[in-house]
């Protein structure tokens, strides 16, 4: 017999303060994946219960159809309104995959009214096959994307104007965001928890729900908020990929330069028009982002680490560390180790891109 389940989470104050409330309606069709749903409202409302964290997540579950969403296991979810039955606009909202994408096709209502909010909605992100109804409202013309594995070739079918990336976890351009297949909604919701409370909460976030916050191997293993700012700065695609296969090689702004086929200058002014940083700081960023995911993953030593991600030394990590997450190395891996991961050897380019593929296809 199927169960039914009601979802809404309210803001609570914290303390005595006045949190900052953020409204998430997550558009749930018939026949969507449970786990589209579940997985980011758990993170979400983990959020809320971190320490000094002055955000809460306000949920909304909302249906395409009167009566329960039955999800492609048969589970039943009660929804909190229907939409277009409501005049309340959403902060981000969620929109969930099913497995039969010619069923989502049908949602025309749902598609006219994504498109009618889009203008008045700060973010608005896809999970697994979602996209094809993002797609469906016009919103991806134009844009980046990634989805399902199995379903990115008829993605890009069907939407010919929008660029598919196959091997991507997490994927934004502009205010749109998609994610990849059904469990990389977790790491969407982690993301917009990033985005919106900062790297602590969002790694306290996994931490708590026993996940990593960037999947082990190649580049989607890396920090979804530095993907999020180069998706919108398509001249540095070339060159951020370069970076993140070869951490630790020779980047200094020289070198980049001459990767990139410019002056020091121009690279320079480059980085600051598109991502409001330098050249070197986005390599220590990146390195600081590969560091933490071979900490959370694997029993690589510090010293391995170190070398490993390019930073020459124990010192010159531990330094980078308290920059930008205000924590040494040796006390992020005592924090977020995942339980028993086996040590990852060292990555060539070559087995990072392969990871990076296999990352996305879940």
Not at 89 to 95: G, Y
Not at 148 to 170: G, I, K, M, Y
Not at 256 to 282: D, G
Request: with cysteine.
């Amino acid at each position: 017999m199927p169960v039914s389940h009601h979802i809404s989470h309210s803001a609570k104050p914290m303390n005595d303060m006045e949190p900052r409330v953020i409204t998430v309606g997550i558009v749930a069709p018939a026949g969507s994946q449970a786990l589209d749903i579940v997985g980011p409202v758990d993170a979400f409302a983990q959020a809320g219960k971190i320490p000094d964290n002055p955000v809460r997540y306000a949920i909304s579950l909302l249906g395409t159809a009167p009566g329960p969403i039955t999800a492609s296991s048969g589970l039943r979810l009660m929804p909190d309104r229907l939409i277009g039955e409501t005049n309340e606009l959403f902060d981000t909202l969620l929109v969930a995959g099913s497995p039969d994408i010619e069923a989502l096709s049908l949602e025309t209502a749902a598609a006219a009214w994504l498109a009618d909010m889009a203008p008045v909605t700060r973010r608005i992100a896809s999970i697994c096959n979602g996209a094809f109804l993002l797609g469906a409202a016009g919103l991806l013309m134009g844009r980046r994307a990634t989805t399902h594995w199995q379903s990115a070739d008829t993605l890009a079918n069907r939407f010919p104007d929008t660029r598919v990336e196959h091997d991507r976890t997490f994927v934004r351009d502009g205010h749109i965001y998609s994610s990849a297949g059904v469990t990389a909604g977790i790491d969407l919701a982690l993301a917009l928890i990033e985005q919106d409370c900062g790297p602590t909460v969002s790694l306290a976030v996994a931490h708590a729900l026993a996940v990593c916050l960037r999947r082990p191997g190649g580049q989607s293993q890396f920090s979804m908020h530095l993907w999020a700012q180069l998706s919108e700065s398509s001249p540095l695609g070339a060159l951020s990929d370069f970076v993140l296969d070869n951490l630790s090689a020779d980047l200094s702004v020289e070198r980049l330069a001459r990767q990139a086929s410019m002056s020091r200058r121009s690279l320079t002014r480059l980085f600051h028009e598109a991502l409001k940083t330098t050249p070197a700081r986005f390599v220590e960023a990146a390195r600081v982002e590969a560091a933490r995911s071979l900490l959370e993953a694997g029993s690589l030593s510090i010293q391995q680490v170190s070398h490993h991600c390019g930073f020459g030394s124990i010192d010159t990590m531990r330094r980078a560390f308290i920059r930008h997450l205000t924590v040494s190395p040796a006390g992020y891996r005592q924090r977020f180790q995942a339980p028993s991961h086996a040590a990852p050897g060292p990555l060539s380019a070559g087995r990072s891109k392969h990871l990076a593929q296999q990352g996305g296809k879940r």
